[in-house]
């Protein structure tokens, strides 16, 4: 007579491996991944992030010269593109400076990308390969609004929520480190007349890793001269916040999900968007700071997305929620309340 089978002693079910990406699907990615190439490149040449400065010198006074100017827009913005093609294929100097920003932002979105990616093939997790969003230069400042991918199949686990969603921003922000500290090394030095000298409409404020690495090798970032590979570096650091953000369905919402379960995460996310949509109006009023908006926006969208809940429940072991504490470190060291200051 057999001994009967206890059911834990089973083989747990894992789902079969999810499929490969057809030539067609690769072919479509990296068409957008080319694209966003080229448009980050040409962004890379233009300002805010590149020498040449296209801003009109002269701002219309009249509401008769504001809408002359806004039927001529089109116009002025195919001939400012049509201006940078030519710089950036007859000027060496140029094409190095807009390709030095395009490969170091793409490295950084690339590797923040893949790490979900190659996280979701682990746990055996359908995903999308990631989809580059291309956007035209100056008006997506970077050439990009970055990338993504779309899980398609159920969350075996909450441990599986977990280490999918902080695997990208971990791994952008170890791609990142090399690049900002090649901007740093490389960056140069303006005297406070140069500054003083210089019309620019927009300023970056450093985030506290920039600061942190310019105080290690006794660089003063205020008279620093921004260039490819800076702020590339302070693109990725804020891309990298705000999706460690705990809100809905960014990488930061997974984690909290996956530490503190679902009504934590539930409201980490409207307090998120209510400390943003105040720190938004502060910004405005006494730093000339508009950019909090734009993240309230997305923290409002967010919050009201649901997360998908996993099949099982059982909570994270000791070793992910150090990781966890690591993540909370990153965003800190990336996020900056008023990233762009008008001057």
């Given at each position: 007579?057999?001994?009967?089978?206890?059911?834990?002693q089973?083989?747990?079910?894992?789902?079969?491996?999810?499929?490969?990406?057809?030539?067609?699907?690769?072919?479509?990615?990296?068409?957008?991944?080319?694209?966003?190439f080229?448009?980050?490149?040409?962004?890379?040449?233009?300002?805010?992030?590149?020498?040449?400065?296209?801003?009109?010198?002269?701002?219309p006074?009249?509401?008769?010269?504001?809408?002359?100017?806004?039927?001529?827009?089109?116009?002025?913005y195919?001939?400012?593109?049509a201006n940078?093609?030519?710089?950036?294929?007859?000027?060496?100097?140029?094409?190095?400076?807009?390709?030095?920003?395009?490969?170091?932002?793409?490295?950084?979105?690339?590797?923040?990308e893949?790490?979900?990616?190659?996280?979701?093939?682990?746990?055996?997790v359908?995903?999308?390969?990631?989809?580059?969003?291309p956007t035209?230069p100056?008006?997506?400042?970077?050439?990009?609004?970055?990338?993504?991918?779309?899980?398609?199949?159920?969350?075996?686990?909450?441990?599986a929520?977990?280490?999918?969603?902080?695997?990208?921003?971990?791994a952008?922000f170890?791609?990142?480190?090399?690049v900002?500290?090649?901007?740093?090394?490389?960056?140069?030095t303006?005297?406070?007349?140069?500054?003083?000298?210089?019309?620019?409409?927009?300023?970056?404020?450093?985030?506290?890793?920039?600061?942190?690495?310019?105080?290690?090798?006794?660089?003063?970032?205020?008279?620093?001269?921004?260039?490819?590979?800076?702020?590339?570096?302070?693109?990725?650091?804020?891309?990298?916040?705000?999706?460690?953000?705990?809100?809905?369905?960014?990488?930061g919402?997974?984690?909290?999900?996956?530490?503190?379960?679902?009504?934590?995460?539930?409201?980490?996310?409207?307090?998120a968007?209510?400390?943003?949509?105040?720190?938004?109006?502060?910004?405005?009023?006494?730093?000339?700071?508009?950019?909090?908006?734009?993240?309230?926006?997305?923290?409002?969208?967010m919050?009201?997305?649901?997360?998908?809940?996993?099949?099982?429940?059982t909570?994270?072991?000791?070793?992910?929620?150090?990781?966890?504490?690591?993540?909370?470190?990153?965003?800190?060291?990336?996020?900056?309340?008023?990233?762009?200051?008008?001057?």
């Amino acid at each position: 007579m057999t001994e009967p089978q206890l059911f834990d002693q089973y083989p747990v079910y894992e789902p079969p491996p999810p499929p490969r990406p057809t030539l067609r699907t690769w072919l479509k990615h990296l068409l957008l991944l080319v694209i966003t190439f080229f448009t980050a490149t040409i962004a890379g040449t233009l300002y805010p992030f590149g020498p040449y400065n296209a801003i009109p010198a002269d701002d219309p006074q009249t509401l008769g010269q504001f809408f002359e100017f806004l039927f001529a827009l089109p116009t002025l913005y195919g001939a400012l593109i049509a201006n940078a093609l030519m710089r950036l294929y007859a000027d060496p100097t140029n094409l190095v400076y807009g390709l030095s920003f395009s490969v170091s932002l793409l490295f950084i979105l690339i590797c923040h990308e893949m790490g979900h990616y190659i996280a979701c093939r682990i746990y055996r997790v359908d995903a999308t390969l990631p989809f580059f969003i291309p956007t035209p230069p100056m008006i997506g400042p970077a050439g990009t609004f970055g990338a993504f991918i779309k899980i398609l199949s159920p969350m075996p686990s909450r441990k599986a929520v977990f280490d999918i969603g902080v695997a990208g921003p971990i791994a952008g922000f170890l791609a990142l480190i090399p690049v900002a500290l090649i901007g740093l090394a490389t960056m140069k030095t303006v005297t406070p007349q140069q500054i003083a000298n210089t019309e620019s409409l927009l300023v970056f404020s450093d985030p506290l890793l920039m600061k942190l690495f310019a105080a290690i090798f006794g660089i003063d970032l205020g008279l620093g001269e921004g260039n490819a590979f800076y702020f590339a570096a302070w693109v990725g650091l804020l891309v990298t916040a705000l999706n460690l953000i705990p809100s809905g369905q960014l990488d930061g919402g997974h984690a909290i999900y996956a530490v503190l379960g679902e009504k934590v995460h539930y409201w980490t996310g409207r307090i998120a968007f209510a400390v943003m949509a105040v720190s938004a109006v502060i910004g405005l009023l006494y730093f000339n700071s508009p950019s909090g908006f734009l993240i309230a926006i997305i923290l409002g969208v967010m919050m009201r997305l649901r997360h998908p809940q996993p099949v099982d429940q059982t909570p994270l072991d000791a070793k992910r929620k150090l990781i966890a504490f690591a993540t909370l470190i990153i965003f800190v060291l990336c996020f900056v309340p008023f990233p762009i200051r008008i001057s």
